[in-house]
């Protein structure tokens, strides 16, 4: 398990991505104080999240002259029944997620599933103008907005949060502008995401529930942040935005700070994903939810992409999905690993293969960045792209919360 992939250098040492010692700690090292900002955002661009308005005309543009892969990535939506007109919310006064001190049930994938209906619907009818699905995506966030008040279960519902919280926020910033949705409706609907997601996933970023700060896997961490980050862009709060970007670079206690979100750099190119000696099925969440925060903020002037302090062979976000790509795209391929601490003293020895294989959406996002704009060389990326491609989105990777962790459709939505 410590060899390197054949095809690079062989077994070698890690090269660290922080002060090891201080991972942990949840102190700020020398290295993370010596971090230059990259910048913040004074004012907010709309369409601004995951896709630009430029990204629209350029779906609309491709899928009507019928190109590929993007009518591929087309069919795939349309094939969602999520993403059908005819679709039915089912809002709930308390979304529950683990277990609540009510003792009601859990029913978190009801918000699953109809944030990812929202999102579908948003897309039919911003790059075709279906009329029909522009309604229902306004209808399903409308229901949500008069019925939810509260996030409730145990730790559990922060994941609730983290996980919709950014996804119904870009079916919003999507439908901005709508005719048919009134300036009161989406005042309320702001209001929503301010109210009940904002607080669980602001208290989940400062607290951690008082634990220490790598008490908490990545995907805790960067899907709350995401989660601030969007419900900043979507109500034009630049203090919100700005509180991500300065978590992200500076002042994070938790594991979404960049000297946390890797583990080990490796001399190959490759950055160990902090969950890799959990499982495979979380690792690979690691890159759809990194990629989203990086692709929100590129979308507000902020290039995170790129962002490399520290100088490694690839910046975090395609060190970890050359990584987990590579692990995950056969059975065959070894990656370098190096034991994990946390600040609880949890070790993890080895990579976990636990899940081994795992598809998930999320890969196109990264690859069309790094290979198709920048012109890098992400073989492993590359090919699990291709793998997945076309990207399907909630419900096409089975009926549990797993197959909304993200929003996917990325053939469509991110092809170049």
Avoid at 61 to 68: D, I, L, M, P, R
Wanted: with cysteine; glycine share 10%.
């Amino acid at each position: 398990m410590l060899c390197a992939l054949a095809i690079f250098c062989g077994c070698s040492k890690p090269i660290a991505a922080d002060d090891p010692a201080n991972l942990g700690t949840g102190l700020l090292s020398g290295k993370q104080m010596a971090v230059a900002a990259l910048g913040q955002v004074t004012a907010v661009v709309h369409p601004g999240m995951l896709h630009s308005a430029a990204d629209f005309t350029r779906m609309t543009t491709k899928v009507n002259a019928g190109a590929q892969p993007w009518l591929d990535g087309w069919n795939k939506l349309v094939a969602n029944g999520r993403s059908a007109a005819t679709y039915v919310p089912r809002p709930v006064d308390t979304i529950v997620r683990g277990r609540a001190a009510s003792g009601r049930g859990e029913n978190y994938i009801q918000a699953c599933q109809d944030a990812a209906a929202a999102y579908q619907n948003a897309l039919r009818w911003k790059i075709k103008g279906d009329a029909a699905c522009g309604a229902n995506a306004v209808a399903i966030m409308n229901a949500w907005a008069r019925t939810c008040k509260y996030i409730d279960g145990d730790s559990n519902k922060q994941l609730a949060a983290g996980l919709q919280g950014y996804q119904w926020a870009n079916a919003a910033e999507i439908m901005r502008g709508y005719s048919g949705w009134s300036t009161t409706d989406f005042t309320a609907f702001k209001n929503f995401m301010l109210n009940v997601y904002y607080p669980v996933s602001s208290d989940f970023l400062n607290r951690h529930n008082n634990t220490c700060g790598t008490h908490y896997w990545l995907n805790w961490d960067m899907s709350n942040l995401c989660t601030v980050l969007a419900i900043g862009i979507l109500c034009d709060d630049v203090t919100k935005i700005n509180y991500a970007i300065n978590y992200y670079q500076h002042s994070g206690t938790g594991t979404a700070f960049i000297g946390r979100v890797t583990t080990a750099t490796y001399p190959n190119g490759m950055d160990q994903a902090q969950e890799a000696g959990r499982d495979q099925g979380h690792a690979t969440m690691e890159v759809p939810l990194f990629g989203t925060f990086c692709q929100m903020l590129y979308n507000q002037g902020q290039n995170f992409f790129d962002y490399n302090p520290w100088s490694h062979v690839n910046p975090p976000l395609l060190g970890v999905s050359e990584y987990i790509a590579a692990y995950n795209i056969n059975t065959t391929n070894t990656v370098p690993y190096t034991t994990y601490n946390n600040c609880e003293n949890s070790n993890q020895t080895v990579i976990s293969s636990a899940g081994r294989g795992n598809i998930r959406p999320g890969w196109e996002l990264v690859y069309n960045y790094y290979v198709k704009i920048k012109g890098k060389s992400a073989p492993y990326t590359t090919q699990f792209a291709e793998k997945v491609r076309p990207e399907g989105g909630g419900g096409d990777y089975g009926s549990t919360s797993g197959s909304y962790d993200q929003l996917g459709f990325g053939t469509l939505t991110f092809s170049r």
